[in-house]
């Protein structure tokens, strides 16, 4: 008769407890590898929301070294920050910037969701319903940074530039952003455009609208008592670094 043979009872027990133990260190070793609420940097959650000028300003400036030393944190991106803001907003900065695809701000600042109004336009160039975008978060949440972002080799400015430069219209509703960047045109030609007119005519652009934003029947008044900063800057696209053309806060 074959006599079938079992594994010895106390050898198969030894096996699974040293089995679990090893699952169990592993799984402990996981978890001591897994950011944790607790810390703040290891999550990308950003500290509490900017309330002043100068410290959303400095929000938006730590945020750009990080973007061009390549020491990204990601911050607020993420399902729960999804369901953070799903009913209501309350972002600390609002940024007008360009259309062109390498400059979106919510990147070049290492910011996430519901950080930012973002508002894009070609050149920068601006009109009432550009305007009221604008004033939306400072004048219905209190966000008191507004940052007028211009940026190197701007496409837009360059055609505007060409188009008034050679009496050419532009086609289309492309005229009309060579028409609102006209007076950025006039004062960069009266100053003789330096070496590079498109570049300045850029710069020009960004300090002109920054200045009309600040000195604006209603957003003065918060200017005027510290609630909000309106900044010119611009934007590099071979360091990916932010430059201030004015207006910072204090």
Same mark, same amino acid.
């Given at each position: 008769?074959?006599?079938?043979?079992?594994?010895?009872?106390?050898?198969?027990?030894?096996?699974?407890?040293?089995?679990?133990?090893?699952?169990?260190?592993?799984?402990?070793?996981?978890?001591?590898?897994?950011?944790?609420?607790?810390?703040?940097?290891?999550?990308?959650?950003?500290?509490?929301?900017?309330?002043?000028?100068?410290?959303?300003?400095?929000?938006?400036?730590?945020?750009?070294?990080?973007?061009?030393?390549?020491?990204?944190?990601?911050?607020?991106?993420?399902?729960?920050?999804?369901?953070?803001?799903?009913?209501?907003?309350?972002?600390?900065?609002?940024? %007008?910037?360009?259309? =062109?695809? @390498?400059?979106?701000?919510? !990147?070049?600042?290492?910011?996430?969701? /519901?950080? *930012?109004? $973002?508002?894009?336009?070609?050149?920068?160039?601006?009109?009432?319903?550009?305007?009221?975008?604008?004033?939306?978060?400072?004048?219905?949440?209190?966000?008191?940074?507004?940052?007028?972002?211009?940026?190197?080799?701007?496409?837009?400015?360059?055609?505007?530039?060409?188009?008034?430069?050679?009496?050419?219209?532009?086609?289309?509703?492309?005229?009309?952003?060579?028409?609102?960047?006209?007076?950025?045109?006039?004062?960069?030609?009266?100053?003789?455009?330096?070496?590079?007119?498109?570049?300045?005519?850029?710069?020009?652009?960004?300090? %002109?609208?920054?200045? =009309?934003? @600040?000195?604006?029947?209603? !957003?003065?008044?918060?200017?005027?008592? /510290?609630? *909000?900063? $309106?900044?010119?800057?611009?934007?590099?696209?071979?360091?990916?670094?932010?430059?201030?053309?004015?207006?910072?806060?204090?």
């Amino acid at each position: 008769m074959h006599t079938t043979r079992h594994p010895d009872r106390r050898a198969l027990f030894d096996r699974r407890t040293l089995l679990a133990g090893g699952l169990a260190t592993l799984g402990a070793a996981l978890v001591g590898c897994t950011p944790t609420s607790a810390d703040p940097s290891a999550t990308g959650s950003p500290s509490a929301r900017p309330t002043t000028p100068a410290t959303a300003f400095t929000r938006l400036m730590d945020g750009n070294k990080r973007w061009v030393n390549g020491h990204l944190q990601h911050p607020d991106r993420d399902p729960d920050r999804r369901h953070a803001v799903a009913q209501a907003q309350e972002p600390f900065g609002s940024v %007008l910037s360009c259309i =062109d695809s @390498r400059v979106p701000p919510e !990147l070049l600042f290492d910011t996430g969701l /519901g950080d *930012l109004y $973002v508002m894009r336009t070609g050149g920068v160039t601006v009109g009432p319903i550009v305007t009221g975008s604008v004033e939306y978060g400072p004048m219905t949440s209190g966000t008191p940074l507004v940052v007028v972002l211009g940026h190197q080799r701007c496409g837009a400015v360059k055609a505007a530039y060409d188009s008034l430069h050679n009496g050419k219209p532009l086609p289309g509703n492309l005229e009309a952003i060579a028409q609102a960047l006209r007076p950025a045109y006039e004062r960069t030609t009266r100053k003789g455009g330096g070496s590079d007119p498109v570049e300045t005519m850029t710069r020009t652009q960004v300090e %002109l609208t920054a200045s =009309d934003l @600040r000195s604006n029947k209603d !957003l003065a008044p918060l200017v005027k008592k /510290g609630a *909000l900063a $309106v900044v010119g800057a611009y934007y590099s696209l071979d360091t990916g670094k932010v430059e201030v053309l004015g207006g910072a806060p204090a």
